[in-house]
């Protein structure tokens, strides 16, 4: 028999099954004993395996095996450890959620995050939320940061759950019909109020900003899947406060920035890591300011293995 899994909570997991029933189910213990390098060995958007159990007057689920992903999103567990996390398995799309304040969300923790959903052929829409919020200043470094990522493919969707003035989420509502959507991102930033206005049944719970450091607190304490209709599904995540790169060598990392990707073929070595070789084509693009400061700085912060923790 076969499952969905739409809730973990670390030992526990909530199944959606064929006919549309939930179940609780535990994995076997030889998968979690199995050679995974990640925290997690299943991962909400899974479908998996699993056989009926019963212990006392409770029948559950016992997961035997994972089906393979046509995709998942994973980054290293935290600064210090070696190990990985998988967030979600099996997306159309992810959508991270930015804000410019209360709390910002660095542009180092935007290009991490959409290097790692670009080397797992996963597409990604940035959300710029909280545009109730926004200063007269903030509002022209928007719109900066929308000619820039829209023009190296990352559509951008202005939204606030505060103001609906001319329904600012119809155009989110549009972009994840039909879709099974990651929604991610700092704490703190509306990932739960954007569900909880797409679909108040989910009632997810929303908390206040921390005045003295400006970090949201974490009231997603486990991920889960929502559905808005049969085809729509939106799996919510904890807020993520960094993003470890991980498993991409670094021969490798200019490919998932569109506009180095697009220079280094013209760069004298086929090797170039763009730092200070001969006849580089992604430097002097760069310093001709054809490729932003910030994503260039962000490349080499990747390349040198520099978490950023914002």
């Avoid at 084509?281 to 912060?301: C, F, P, Q, T």
Wanted: aromatic content about 8%; charged content about 25%; hydrophobic content about 35%.
């Amino acid at each position: 028999m076969q499952g969905l899994v739409i809730k973990s909570t670390g030992s526990w997991y909530k199944l959606k099954l064929e006919d549309g029933t939930g179940l609780d189910a535990r994995a076997k213990g030889k998968i979690r004993l199995q050679d995974i390098k990640t925290t997690n060995p299943i991962a909400v958007g899974d479908k998996v395996d699993y056989e009926l159990e019963s212990g006392g007057d409770k029948v559950y689920g016992v997961i035997r095996s994972v089906s393979k992903r046509h995709n998942y999103i994973i980054r290293k567990s935290n600064k210090l450890s070696k190990q990985s996390q998988i967030i979600a398995a099996n997306l159309d799309l992810a959508l991270l959620v930015v804000t410019l304040s209360s709390p910002k969300t660095s542009l180092g923790f935007i290009d991490r995050f959409l290097v790692m959903a670009g080397a797992y052929h996963i597409p990604v829409t940035l959300v710029f939320n909280k545009a109730d919020t926004h200063t007269e200043i903030e509002t022209k470094y928007y719109e900066n940061l929308k000619n820039l990522y829209e023009g190296l493919g990352y559509p951008c969707i202005l939204t606030s759950v505060i103001n609906q003035e001319n329904n600012p989420l119809k155009q989110l509502s549009e972009t994840i019909l039909n879709k099974t959507v990651l929604i991610a991102g700092h704490s703190g930033v509306g990932k739960s109020s954007i569900l909880n206005a797409l679909l108040p049944s989910a009632f997810q719970r929303v908390d206040k900003i921390s005045v003295m450091h400006q970090k949201g607190k974490h009231t997603t304490t486990f991920a889960e899947m929502f559905f808005l209709d049969e085809q729509t599904a939106i799996i919510d995540t904890p807020g993520i406060r960094d993003f470890g790169i991980i498993d991409i060598a670094e021969t490798e990392i200019g490919h998932y920035f569109p506009e180095i990707r697009l220079w280094m073929q013209k760069c004298k070595f086929n090797d170039c890591k763009h730092l200070n070789e001969p006849e580089c084509s992604v430097m002097k693009a760069y310093e001709d300011g054809i490729i932003a400061a910030s994503r260039y700085y962000n490349y080499l912060s990747i390349l040198e293995n520099k978490d950023i923790f914002d």
